[in-house]
């Protein structure tokens, strides 16, 4: 009888992980497998599949758009990541510190109403914000010397503004893990930094940055595979427009897919972003492992 209850019980955590298992494997590594697979053949979704080898990867090489997506989509990535890194470190820092008083806590509040929104709809808040219809935002505008209208219309601005309202979006996502990293360093270091005479900024870049250092890695991992995929915030703000700007290989794909009825060649734009974001995950998995062995 104790042997069953043993058994039981040595099955009973796999049992539980079953389910979630069973929906990873179907819907995401099945889904991973079909898209390889259909990368290798002429597919519009209306007919069967024909198989034609490594043709569509062939004409990626060739392919100017293709060319062009991809340098947008690694701009957009480089613009990203930095700006929304840095910035929600220092924020994160002013709230941590301001965490008990009104004013923190009403920040707290406020900075993670955008994170909860669909990229959808702030996308299209956003391209009204900026098409010129409303006078208060135009003057805003103008005392920049900035056209609103033209940020979105103009080549040379698109791609920025669009990586400009990304890092908005989702600012109180990146803050709030950067606060628990924060949080989770002990005052000892604090206090042996102020007994050897560091101010605030010293104990910043010799106490906190250092000791941040593992939630910095997985935040960039974030950003990074965050920003390579991001799709309805472009489709809502640019359509990927105007003359390709603000195309990603996310936006390309779609195109391809259910605009020019050559789903299998989106297959292959989308197996090269996998293999780009399964690289990152690999090198952050290294990073990560780096560090531990260090601590």
């Not at 195309?247 to 391809?256: I, P, R």
């Not at 789903?263 to 292959?268: I, L, N």
């Amino acid at each position: 009888m104790e042997n069953k209850k043993g058994g039981a019980g040595k099955l009973a955590p796999y049992c539980y992980i079953a389910p979630i298992t069973l929906i990873l494997v179907t819907f995401v590594i099945g889904s991973v497998a079909v898209s390889v697979a259909l990368g290798f053949t002429k597919y519009n979704i209306m007919t069967e599949p024909v198989f034609r080898g490594i043709d569509n990867y062939s004409k990626l090489m060739s392919d100017s758009k293709f060319v062009k997506a991809l340098k947008n989509t690694l701009e957009l990535m480089l613009l990203i990541v930095p700006l929304q890194t840095v910035l929600s470190i220092i924020l994160s820092v002013f709230l941590v510190a301001n965490r008990k008083r009104f004013l923190g806590k009403l920040a707290n509040s406020m900075i993670f109403i955008p994170v909860i929104c669909s990229p959808a709809v702030v996308g299209v808040v956003w391209r009204e914000l900026l098409n010129g219809k409303f006078p208060v935002i135009e003057k805003f505008f103008g005392l920049f010397g900035i056209e609103p209208s033209m940020l979105l219309g103009d080549a040379k601005t698109a791609l920025i503004t669009v990586g400009m309202v990304a890092v908005w979006k989702w600012m109180g996502y990146y803050v709030v893990i950067y606060s628990s990293g924060l949080l989770g360093i002990s005052n000892t270091y604090y206090e042996a930094a102020k007994v050897d005479g560091a101010d605030r900024i010293r104990c910043f870049f010799s106490v906190t940055l250092p000791l941040l250092k593992p939630t910095i890695i997985l935040g960039v991992f974030l950003s990074v595979t965050n920003s390579l995929q991001c799709f309805d915030l472009i489709f809502n703000l640019t359509g990927g427009g105007p003359n390709n700007a603000s195309t990603t290989l996310v936006v390309y794909s779609y195109s391809k897919c259910f605009s020019a009825g050559a789903a299998g060649y989106a297959m292959a734009i989308s197996n090269i972003l996998f293999v780009v974001i399964l690289a990152v995950a690999m090198l952050q998995r290294n990073m990560m492992r780096r560090e531990a062995s260090e601590i």
